[in-house]
């Protein structure tokens, strides 16, 4: 390992998931309705769906990254119009009076999660752009793709849950009383899937 790589790799990474996205917001709003299972099962998809970027960039797969351009914006709007579905049921909940969680939803949103990620564009830029940029040719490409893999998937994880389970608690503890968590997280859910669509439908190649 070149260890100026790692150490410049550590430090964007670092830089990166701090910066909160649509992960942060999907594992927030499921946080607010399913507590810390709910945010783990999140942390769960997102790590799938990074898993994937790193195989991408690892694996320099030029011709998947060229299409790039027409199979995400389609995988963002489903993976929105899934999200919003989701919202959906909260807001039912919330109508219901249903005091009870429903955990058959562990499957929706690990793959909801799963989405949020691997159709993140701020995400894409950092697997596409960056991360071969810190591989050095004189090491074994392998063993660094699974180093700075590694790296990222927990830094990451660490940082959603963070985000989540403050949110979380700081919520439940100041406004539990008077407002819905189902509410919340159903309008949590909106914001995300919306953005997620409108993206996808603004990035659709003419035809």
């Not at 249903?98 to 894409?124: E, H, L, M, Q, Y």
């Not at 990451?156 to 608690?169: E, G, P, R």
């Not at 819905?180 to 159903?186: F, K, V």
Request: charged share 10%; glycine share 8%.
């Amino acid at each position: 390992m070149d260890t100026t790589l790692l150490i410049a790799f550590l430090t964007t990474t670092l830089l990166f998931v701090a910066a909160p996205g649509p992960s942060v917001a999907f594992a927030t709003a499921q946080a607010l309705r399913h507590g810390t299972r709910g945010a783990c099962v999140t942390v769960a998809g997102d790590a799938l769906g990074t898993v994937v970027h790193i195989a991408v960039a690892a694996s320099s797969l030029t011709v998947l990254i060229a299409l790039s351009d027409i199979i995400l914006p389609p995988l963002q709007i489903a993976g929105g119009l899934f999200i919003l579905y989701m919202a959906y049921q909260s807001f039912s909940h919330a109508r219901s009076g249903n005091g009870t969680r429903a955990r058959a939803s562990d499957k929706a949103t690990f793959w909801a999660g799963f989405f949020a990620c691997v159709s993140n564009p701020k995400a894409i830029v950092f697997f596409v752009a960056l991360f071969p940029a810190f591989i050095s040719t004189e090491h074994s490409i392998l063993v660094q793709s699974v180093v700075y893999g590694a790296i990222f998937l927990t830094l990451d994880a660490i940082s959603i849950l963070a985000y989540a389970l403050f949110t979380m608690h700081t919520v439940k503890r100041t406004t539990s009383r008077w407002v819905n968590a189902d509410i919340l997280s159903g309008l949590g859910l909106s914001g995300v899937g919306l953005a997620m669509v409108i993206k996808g439908y603004k990035a659709m190649p003419e035809t």
